[in-house]
């Protein structure tokens, strides 16, 4: 499926499956993008089915149709013949069954992460993306960051020089929410850190990494190396916050509180990809870009200067570091700036989340090739299993599967792409 | 090893760098050529060109009009009076353009005359606004042929317009009077030249300074505005005829040296190494500068100070060609080299 176009579709027809907290802000978001409309919601509860459908219709959208109360509803929802693309914002470890049946069902797929979480998933939904002809893709918004596209377009144009290095991970303290009654259902993401030691949602921090580093479009992650801390974090949280008659108290952590990677790629490249959710700190996806010649540096820098700071020869000298402003100015990704405004009043994270969602639609109405393939979701996500395979191994490096077969030593294009227009509405 | 599946139409394209041998046209073929776009196609026979002719390469031109990946061809003839063998053909973009393949192995020989030409992809960026050359280089490397063992070939492609003077480019506050200090920074730390201080030495706003057989200006700008380039590649227009580019200038932290390249209204181009010293510390002939004028002490944030030190201002050339009228400059990309001003001298 690489450099395989879309089918030009006048209009986008959303299924969703998934209305959490995630999914139903997702859904509004699909709905007000020009030329998609949501045609069918789905959840395991039916009551949240009932409410996404509520809340397209109260803001004058197409009431979809509603699927919910049991497990495999989303089969019932799957046949349905006015679904183009299935977005799937449920508990990951429902994530690659789903998939893959909609792809069979003839979808095409977005994904929230991970879109698998075994490697022998990841490549079960390369071969049936392949053979389906169907997209599988990774709804990793993070790829369509502001800052992040910039930090593409400079190491694409040689700011950074030849590129060596890079560092991005998810550090996000997620404490109160993983110990809430109502915010993951059934507790389904504080579960996951009782079950193994995983470096489990990384790839905010690594996708833009490895879009800036071309991998799968010349260069590819070929052997990983895990590391991880004790895992203390939740168990210090609940021990402070929580009730003794909370159920988490029958719990026992695993995960480690920082998950760290490092990810060598096939032309020598490194990339360190952290994870941690249980930590108390700030809010980073760390994103940074480094070569023979400049390194940029997200989350380090004021606000009012896109957050980020760089020092690039020649243009800086003395050792100090730089505000990144005027190089999110110039750099600017075409997307941010046709559609920055939307973005800014429609969707969450900053507005990443509608970007990623415009595009999606627009590739898909316009007849494009996907910015983010099914081969790239799968290097993305290949993390999460290799991380348990090293950290087995104390450590040791595992190879990275080449899920292109080859193909990725061959230039594209993907996510810094040409300025195009989004078909108009009839 | 898991068995390869479909992946789709791009997945049985032949990867990018093949290689075909290709007629030359001023050779005389004595015996039958090989199959089109034959990698691996026999030598070709020719009529023996002079002794003396070296091998040929050429880049075919690059579309700028990115981001896209661009195909690219370099051609290699064998203008020597041997076969060539072993051929290898790299080509390579500005830096940190990636390419596919960095190198291409020739199979088989070239015969006397014969041509061949090797295929390369390259991913361009975004066309970036104003003024940009870039430079493309391809090598080959082979045994025979005219006995040289490699021959290399560059390419330089512009678009855009340069910059109409130096003061267009001004992008550093490198003077500020002594009363205001605060917008100084010709150094990444805040510091800069006492106008007080410059004007003591002679060095005033508009006013001549004559370094090198030219007759330069000091910048005609207010103290505590941008007066000088930091240079990083900027291309600016210059007109003139002479013998060489004198640059006025000084250098911040250390290593303030480049290339600078002169291009000629005929498109060629000339280039030659310069050096500045650091304003204060390095020996005043540093780089192979010459001193034009020294002021004491510097203005620091916090005001006048470091009296008893020098603050220095340099010249340093090019040399040019003389039959030819200059159309602009590309200074050092090289952000520790800061420039006043530029000048033709006879």
Redesign the interface.
């Known amino acids: 499926m690489i450099d395989v176009p879309y089918a030009a579709h006048r209009t986008v027809r959303v299924g969703v499956i998934g209305l959490g907290n995630r999914g139903s802000g997702m859904t509004t978001g699909w709905s007000v993008v020009p030329g998609c409309t949501v045609t069918a919601v789905c959840d395991i509860r039916a009551d949240r089915a009932r409410r996404g459908a509520d809340g397209l219709a109260a803001a004058g959208k197409p009431r979809p149709a509603e699927y919910g109360g049991s497990a495999d509803s989303y089969t019932e929802m799957l046949r349905r013949d006015d679904i183009d693309l299935v977005y799937i914002a449920t508990p990951w470890e429902f994530h690659y069954e789903q998939g893959k049946a909609a792809l069979l069902a003839g979808k095409h797929v977005i994904v929230e992460l991970p879109i698998a979480t075994e490697l022998d998933e990841l490549w079960d939904l390369v071969d049936t993306s392949e053979r389906t002809r169907r997209h599988l893709m990774l709804a990793e918004n993070c790829s369509y960051g502001r800052n992040e596209l910039a930090m593409l377009k400079m190491a694409h144009e040689g700011l950074f020089g030849e590129v060596t290095n890079g560092h991005g991970g998810y550090l996000h303290d997620l404490r109160a929410l993983l110990f809430s009654d109502t915010y993951y259902t059934d507790a389904w993401r504080r579960r996951w850190h009782t079950r193994s030691t995983a470096s489990f949602y990384a790839m905010h921090g690594l996708a833009p990494i490895a879009a800036a580093m071309d991998v799968n479009r010349g260069d590819r992650m070929a052997t990983l190396t895990a590391t991880a801390t004790e895992p203390k974090g939740l168990a210090d949280y609940r021990e402070r916050f929580v009730p003794r008659n909370h159920p988490s108290w029958n719990e026992t952590y695993v995960n480690g509180d920082l998950v760290t990677c490092l990810i060598e790629t096939a032309k020598g490249r490194i990339i360190r990809a952290e994870h941690d959710v249980s930590s108390p700190r700030p809010y980073s996806r760390i994103n940074t870009l480094a070569g023979t010649r400049g390194i940029f540096e997200d989350y380090a820098g004021v606000v009012s200067a896109g957050g980020g700071r760089v020092y690039v020869e020649p243009d800086h000298s003395g050792h100090a570091w730089r505000d990144f402003g005027s190089y999110r100015k110039e750099f600017d990704h075409w997307l941010w700036k046709k559609i920055g405004d939307d973005a800014a009043n429609n969707g969450g994270h900053g507005g990443m989340d509608y970007v990623l969602q415009w595009r999606t639609v627009q590739l898909m109405r316009a007849g494009l090739v996907p910015d983010i393939d099914v081969y790239d979701s799968a290097a993305w996500c290949a993390p999460v299993p290799l991380s348990v395979m090293s950290l087995a191994a104390k450590g040791r490096p595992v190879q990275v599967p080449d899920f292109t077969r080859g193909a990725w030593v061959n230039l594209r294009t993907g996510l810094d792409s040409r300025t195009t227009e989004m078909p108009p509405v009839a | 090893m898991?068995p390869?599946?479909?992946?789709?139409?791009?997945?049985a394209?032949a990867?990018?760098g093949a290689l075909t041998l290709v007629p030359a046209s001023t050779a005389t073929a004595t015996a039958p050529r090989a199959g089109a776009g034959g990698a691996s196609a026999a030598p070709v026979a020719a009529e023996a060109p002079p002794a003396a002719a070296a091998t040929q390469v050429a880049i075919s031109a690059v579309d700028l009009d990115?981001?896209?990946?661009s195909t690219v061809k370099v051609t290699v003839r064998n203008a020597g009076p041997e076969r060539m063998r072993t051929l290898k053909v790299s080509f390579a973009g500005?830096?940190?353009?990636?390419?596919?393949?960095s190198t291409v192995q020739v199979e088989g020989s070239l015969a006397a005359g014969a041509s061949a030409e090797a295929v390369f992809?390259?991913?361009v960026?975004?066309r970036?606004?104003g003024f940009t050359v870039r430079a493309f280089t391809a090598t080959a490397t082979y045994r025979g042929g005219d006995g040289a063992g490699t021959a290399t070939a560059t390419r330089t492609q512009r678009s855009g317009t340069p910059l109409a003077n130096l003061a267009a480019a001004y992008n550093n506050v490198g003077v500020t009077d002594e009363s205001a200090t605060g917008p100084g920074d010709y150094?990444?730390?805040g510091n800069s030249f006492s106008a007080q201080k410059l004007a003591a030495v002679g060095l005033r706003p508009g006013e001549p300074v004559t370094a090198l057989g030219a007759t330069l200006r000091w910048p005609n700008v207010p103290s505590g505005t941008r007066n000088n380039v930091?240079?990083?590649?900027q291309a600016v227009t210059l007109d003139g005829t002479g013998g060489k580019l004198v640059l006025l200038g000084s250098g911040?932290?250390s290593g303030a040296s480049?290339t600078v390249t002169v291009h000629y209204t005929d498109g060629t181009s000339s280039s030659g190494a310069i050096g500045f010293p650091n304003w204060s510390f390095d020996p005043a002939n540093a780089h192979g500068a010459t001193l034009v004028a020294s002021s004491d002490g510097r203005n620091r944030p916090s005001g006048y100070g470091n009296a008893g030190i020098a603050y220095r201002v340099f010249a340093h050339s090019v040399p040019l060609d003389p039959g030819k009228r200059v159309e602009f400059v590309v200074l050092?990309?090289?952000?520790?080299?800061h420039v006043f001003d530029m000048a033709v001298a006879p």
């Open positions: 898991r390869a599946g479909l992946i789709g139409s791009l997945g394209m990867v990018a990115g981001p896209a990946i500005p830096v940190g353009w990636a390419v596919q393949p992809r390259i991913q960026p975004e970036r606004a150094d990444g730390e930091s240079a990083a590649g911040v932290t480049g050092p990309a090289n952000g520790n080299v």
